[in-house]
């Protein structure tokens, strides 16, 4: 199973908004509306915050918004605020209980 | 509210083999399954395979197939992961998590595994 690709780096100025891509393939990410998204500050646990393509956890800001067309999955974080400055990994199912993550995607806050 | 707490550090020779253990403290594993994935430095996350405790259903990355050996005791809410034949790029902080649905829901703190010689 390859890892899904995303960007390696995106920024945006407090208040912009930031959009990543996560591609896979007609196996993964195109087959099953199982793609979640993760926030990872370096040295804690990476967290949930998005699941099922769309679905924010309880608690997670409405900035945070995702979605999907084909092969690739996208997030967006709305109104960047410093705390959104971390690195940012998707997820999806690729069947038969497996799962592959993405290359991950360092977000800066300018 | 069950947490998921990982054994601390270690640090291993290469050839060797570790085990690391994530503990549902506070209540029991339930029916979800349990993960694991790790990160090697400056690298991404990696999947690496699932049990449910309930059925005993495990699935493992294809790559890592024949290394990795997950087991679970439920009489202590543990999920065990052990890796063996470790070597240099096996260096990495692996985490533990709870599968909710199609997801990885909550996550343990990460343990880190250094192999050094």
């Known amino acids: 199973q390859s890892a899904l690709t995303q960007p390696p780096s995106a920024s945006g100025s407090p208040g912009q908004s930031v959009t990543i891509s996560c591609t896979g393939t007609?196996?993964?990410?195109?087959?099953?509306?199982?793609v979640s998204w993760y926030q990872h500050h370096p040295g804690t646990a990476p967290k949930l915050i998005i699941y099922?393509?769309?679905e924010r956890p309880s608690g997670v800001p409405d900035r945070f918004s995702g979605s999907k067309s084909a092969n690739t999955a996208s997030l967006t974080v709305s109104g960047l605020q410093p705390e959104d400055e971390a690195d940012y990994y998707c997820?999806?199912?690729?069947?038969?209980?497996?799962?592959?993550f993405g290359t991950g995607t360092k977000v800066t806050v300018l | 509210q069950v947490q998921l707490v990982q054994s601390g550090p270690e640090v291993k020779k290469p050839g060797s083999s570790v085990k690391v253990s994530c503990k549902a403290s506070?209540?029991?594993?339930?029916?979800?399954?349990i993960n694991w994935v790790r990160q090697a430095p400056g690298q991404g996350l990696q999947w690496m395979g699932r049990?449910?405790?309930?059925?005993?259903?495990?699935t493992y990355e294809l790559k890592l197939q024949g290394k990795v050996t997950i087991t679970a005791d439920e009489s202590t809410a543990t999920i065990y992961m052990e890796l063996n034949s470790l070597n240099f790029h096996d260096t990495a902080v692996y985490f533990c998590?709870?599968?909710?649905?199609?997801?990885?829901?909550?996550w343990g703190q990460g343990s880190l595994v250094t192999v050094s010689s």
């Open positions: 998590a709870r599968e909710e649905r199609v997801h990885l829901e909550q």
């Open positions: 506070g209540g029991t594993l339930g029916n979800n399954a």
């Open positions: 049990i449910t405790p309930i059925s005993g259903t495990l």
């Open positions: 007609s196996s993964d990410v195109g087959l099953y509306n199982y």
């Open positions: 099922e393509v769309s």
């Open positions: 997820s999806s199912y690729a069947g038969s209980n497996n799962y592959v």
